[in-house]
């Protein structure tokens, strides 16, 4: 059974030159899912297709059970929004977000009380007779995002629109967008290359690298367990440690002249070298957990609600995100220490 929007065998070639390879995917109705990647991974290229900008060059692509691989752009009933706001200057707020609708004809009377219906979504009433040049970033993307909606689409797509966006903006759009998602229930395809963003909007995420689909999940899933190299250390922060196996089937493993355990899967024989993966926030400046390893303190960074403190340990280095309070006494840099964490909280890859 396929989803909502349905990509099966998708693939993307420029000149010979492959942007996106073996892209299967299927999306539910209501489902908001982020492609998620570095710059040059094919994410934007992957959306371009679904919103006919791009054509694959084979595969096919489903929308409500309808074949629109090749169709134009203006033949698929598809909201998007750029990460430039591509209003409309000479427009005011209301006409930006009516021009869709007067492009279709739409009568007056519908058409306005569809537009006041948006600035209302929006929280923009007051803002109607405005034009772009007199609104902030984040109501400019506001209007742009009332804009893509007002023509009813079956499937709204979203290409990096935070990124122009100044931190506390960017934040408070985002619940924003993922409020009205919610309300509307409208199929969402966004595409980032922020973590946090993807993390705390998506229902599902598909990470992507040079072209592929390295994992699909849910975030606690792709944050917790991710599969490859790329999406450990890709989505969040991340510890890496080379160690020797000494048992396998134990989870027993050596970094120096210390052994340490794991209960994850260990697949590579005793004697070999791999690397130990850990979260810096399941890393404590203490000795309580059963994995201890002896440091020296490298650097203390500040970040107001962590604080992330550099461990030079035998073998490498390890990091250690420590939540702040107001009675925390702050390690300093050249001081020795001890590092804990548990089994569950590492993992090994080769």
Request: glycine share 8%; proline share 5%.
């Amino acid at each position: 059974m396929t989803g909502f929007l349905s990509l099966q065998g998708v693939r993307k070639e420029f000149n010979g030159v492959v942007a996106v390879e073996s892209f299967d995917l299927e999306v539910e109705p209501g489902e908001f899912v982020s492609f998620l990647g570095p710059s040059g991974c094919g994410k934007t290229t992957t959306l371009r297709m679904v919103a006919g900008f791009e054509s694959p060059t084979s595969g096919t692509i489903r929308l409500a059970g309808e074949d629109v691989t090749y169709a134009k752009a203006n033949e698929r009933n598809i909201g998007m929004v750029f990460q430039s706001y591509a209003l409309f200057p000479n427009m005011t707020v209301s006409e930006n977000i009516g021009f869709g609708l007067r492009v279709r004809k739409e009568e007056g009377a519908a058409r306005g009380e569809r537009v006041a219906e948006l600035l209302d979504l929006i929280h923009m009433p007051d803002k109607a007779k405005s034009y772009p040049n007199q609104l902030s970033g984040g109501q400019q993307q506001r209007v742009a995002l009332a804009r893509a909606l007002a023509i009813r689409p079956q499937l709204l797509l979203l290409d990096e629109p935070l990124s122009a966006l100044d931190a506390k903006i960017r934040d408070d759009l985002r619940a924003e967008i993922r409020r009205i998602q919610r309300q509307l229930s409208i199929t969402t395809i966004y595409v980032t290359h922020d973590q946090e963003e993807a993390l705390a909007l998506s229902d599902r995420i598909v990470v992507m690298s040079k072209g592929q689909m390295e994992q699909v999940g849910e975030p606690f899933e792709i944050y917790n367990n991710p599969t490859t190299g790329f999406v450990a250390s890709f989505v969040g922060q991340l510890n890496r440690l080379p160690v020797t196996v000494v048992d396998p089937a134990l989870g027993r493993l050596r970094v120096g002249r210390s052994e340490i355990r794991t209960t994850s899967l260990i697949e590579s024989p005793a004697g070999a070298e791999v690397s130990l993966m850990m979260r810096p926030e399941e890393v404590t400046l203490d000795a309580e957990e059963e994995n201890v390893l002896e440091g020296t303190v490298e650097s203390v960074t500040f970040l107001g609600s962590i604080v992330r403190v550099q461990v030079g340990v035998e073998g490498g280095r390890l990091t250690a995100d420590l939540f702040n309070e107001r009675l925390l006494e702050l390690p300093v840099a050249g001081e020795a220490t001890q590092l804990s964490f548990p089994s569950h909280a590492c993992w090994v890859m080769v």
